[in-house]
């Protein structure tokens, strides 16, 4: 029997990655890729032309397709569904000063939580649509429609009907209830200075068109959304993603207000929700670490190895970037606990030690929020592919940790959602794709407690 294939299309910040997929297995049989162009502010045109390159020999095969996209991101449009400039990323933080004006206005930051499931920040797209009725009035009085990058996509592909957005990602506009599951337009019109059209949201197995070809077009999501479904995490499940953030998020069944703003109380992309903790510095720690030694990525990790656990005392706060988990923006990098007799293998540790417990702090803030405990931790992400990394995050976070094997999580996440949708089942299919190496609980709680003390001696230290 010829085996139905499915296809997801991960529409990153860097790049659009398309993976065909057999629809009953979860097996990759193909797979292509194309670069979006650098910035903080990008025509979406680009995202059209690279998406339509890296899906020309794989969208005829497929009989159901699904798109995840790069979160947060303002897609204006004006009546004719032009968009009225370039769009805003999750990355463009000129909105910060708009972010904060927005909680004021909900009445605080627990008030903000309790309303929308996040404090603004200026990733969010609510804090975008201030800056534009802010610093460009025309375009902003011109918008008649906003959508995110993945609706963007999904409309156009569907040949530029009613545009659809699902539940998960929708949950991170600022203009969403993630306890009662609906758009907030009010807001979304308070913050633009007047009424705007937001796409319909659509259930996260629901068909909501389909291609030229006939393909089914499911409703996609964000993708943090998309890699849980990838990764297929359960209840007790913490997934740790170190790229160039750190980003820690887990399935639960109750929605989820931080006031704190560590949080972001999201919507997962299987009608259940996803809390996410996410920290500016993540794999470039490692990066910067193995330049001051002088040496390559693996030498550097076969260092870390070579030191005792703790690093005789030396002990890294790795907030090169700043910091939001904790919120500490304008903090720097500090090393502490340098000995004339300290080694190079210690302070290589020492990077290592520090990135893991700084996405410790990010796991507790879940846990804080959640009242679930973590039970196993799943390891992704660029830094997650040193092995010392790989082994010392069970001494740090104490529990067992697993790292999959490397795929493109997000892709995989919309092409199982597209095999959801074709399938018409109440559940998503079950693929048996989650191979991954154990690294066995053995924590050591002094390499945290060391840690945590630098951390809190310095609050307030630029």
């Given at each position: 029997?010829?085996?139905?294939?499915?296809?997801?299309?991960?529409?990153?910040?860097?790049?659009?990655?398309?993976?065909?997929?057999?629809?009953?297995?979860?097996?990759?049989?193909?797979?292509?890729?194309?670069?979006?162009?650098?910035?903080?502010?990008?025509?979406?045109?680009?995202?059209?032309?690279?998406?339509?390159?890296?899906?020309?020999?794989?969208?005829?095969?497929?009989?159901?397709?699904?798109?995840?996209?790069?979160?947060?991101?303002?897609?204006?449009?004006?009546?004719?569904?032009?968009?009225?400039?370039?769009?805003?990323?999750?990355?463009?933080?000129?909105?910060?000063?708009?972010?904060?004006?927005?909680?004021?206005?909900?009445?605080?930051?627990?008030?903000?939580?309790?309303?929308?499931?996040?404090?603004?920040?200026?990733?969010?797209?609510?804090?975008?649509?201030?800056?534009?009725?802010?610093?460009?009035?025309?375009?902003?009085q011109r918008t008649t429609e906003v959508l995110l990058p993945h609706d963007y996509l999904t409309w156009h592909l569907g040949g530029r009907g009613q545009a659809v957005s699902d539940h998960g990602d929708a949950s991170g506009t600022g203009y969403y209830d993630p306890a009662a599951r609906r758009f907030l337009p009010e807001l979304a019109a308070s913050a633009l200075g007047h009424p705007v059209k937001l796409p319909r949201l659509a259930e996260a197995n629901e068909v909501v068109g389909r291609t030229a070809s006939g393909a089914v077009i499911a409703a996609g999501t964000g993708?943090?959304?998309?890699?849980?479904?990838?990764?297929?995490?359960?209840?007790?499940?913490?997934?740790?993603?170190?790229?160039?953030?750190?980003?820690?998020?887990?399935?639960?069944?109750?929605?989820?207000?931080?006031?704190?703003?560590?949080?972001?109380?999201?919507?997962?992309?299987?009608?259940?929700?996803?809390?996410?903790?996410?920290?500016?510095?993540?794999?470039?720690?490692?990066?910067?670490?193995?330049?001051?030694?002088?040496?390559?990525?693996?030498?550097?990790?076969?260092?870390?190895?070579?030191?005792?656990?703790?690093?005789?005392?030396?002990?890294?706060?790795?907030?090169?970037?700043?910091?939001?988990?904790?919120?500490?923006?304008?903090?720097?990098?500090?090393?502490?606990?340098?000995?004339?007799?300290?080694?190079?293998?210690?302070?290589?540790?020492?990077?290592?030690?520090?990135?893991?417990?700084?996405?410790?702090?990010?796991v507790a803030a879940l846990e804080s929020n959640t009242h679930q405990a973590t039970a196993r931790i799943l390891l992704i992400g660029g830094g997650a592919g040193a092995e010392a990394v790989r082994r010392i995050a069970p001494e740090v976070f104490g529990v067992a940790v697993e790292v999959p094997?490397?795929?493109?999580?997000?892709?995989?996440?919309?092409?199982?959602?597209?095999?959801?949708?074709?399938?018409?089942?109440?559940?998503?299919?079950?693929?048996?794709?989650?191979?991954?190496?154990?690294?066995?609980?053995?924590?050591?709680?002094?390499?945290?407690?060391?840690?945590?003390?630098?951390?809190?001696?310095?609050?307030?230290?630029?």
């Amino acid at each position: 029997m010829t085996p139905t294939y499915v296809l997801g299309i991960d529409s990153s910040t860097q790049s659009c990655k398309a993976l065909l997929v057999n629809a009953a297995t979860g097996e990759v049989v193909a797979e292509a890729r194309q670069r979006h162009p650098q910035g903080t502010q990008v025509d979406p045109q680009h995202w059209i032309t690279a998406m339509e390159a890296a899906t020309k020999e794989l969208l005829p095969r497929a009989a159901a397709v699904s798109i995840a996209g790069q979160q947060h991101g303002m897609v204006a449009l004006d009546e004719h569904g032009v968009p009225v400039r370039e769009a805003m990323l999750w990355n463009d933080t000129s909105s910060a000063p708009q972010a904060a004006e927005l909680t004021e206005e909900l009445g605080g930051a627990q008030a903000s939580a309790q309303k929308i499931g996040s404090v603004p920040v200026a990733s969010l797209t609510v804090s975008k649509l201030r800056w534009l009725r802010d610093h460009e009035p025309h375009n902003a009085q011109r918008t008649t429609e906003v959508l995110l990058p993945h609706d963007y996509l999904t409309w156009h592909l569907g040949g530029r009907g009613q545009a659809v957005s699902d539940h998960g990602d929708a949950s991170g506009t600022g203009y969403y209830d993630p306890a009662a599951r609906r758009f907030l337009p009010e807001l979304a019109a308070s913050a633009l200075g007047h009424p705007v059209k937001l796409p319909r949201l659509a259930e996260a197995n629901e068909v909501v068109g389909r291609t030229a070809s006939g393909a089914v077009i499911a409703a996609g999501t964000g993708d943090n959304m998309a890699a849980a479904l990838g990764l297929d995490l359960q209840p007790g499940d913490v997934c740790i993603s170190i790229g160039t953030s750190g980003v820690a998020s887990a399935v639960v069944e109750h929605s989820v207000h931080d006031g704190t703003g560590m949080v972001n109380g999201f919507v997962s992309a299987n009608n259940k929700y996803l809390p996410l903790a996410c920290t500016l510095n993540g794999a470039p720690v490692l990066d910067f670490g193995a330049r001051m030694l002088g040496v390559g990525q693996q030498e550097f990790s076969d260092m870390a190895l070579a030191a005792e656990p703790g690093s005789g005392g030396v002990v890294l706060l790795p907030y090169f970037g700043g910091e939001r988990t904790p919120n500490r923006p304008e903090a720097t990098g500090l090393l502490q606990g340098l000995r004339t007799t300290t080694t190079r293998e210690q302070i290589a540790r020492a990077y290592v030690e520090g990135l893991l417990c700084s996405m410790k702090d990010a796991v507790a803030a879940l846990e804080s929020n959640t009242h679930q405990a973590t039970a196993r931790i799943l390891l992704i992400g660029g830094g997650a592919g040193a092995e010392a990394v790989r082994r010392i995050a069970p001494e740090v976070f104490g529990v067992a940790v697993e790292v999959p094997r490397t795929a493109e999580y997000v892709a995989l996440g919309a092409a199982r959602q597209a095999a959801w949708a074709l399938s018409g089942e109440d559940e998503p299919p079950v693929w048996n794709i989650a191979a991954s190496t154990r690294y066995e609980a053995q924590e050591r709680p002094e390499i945290y407690a060391h840690y945590a003390s630098l951390r809190d001696a310095t609050e307030g230290w630029k």
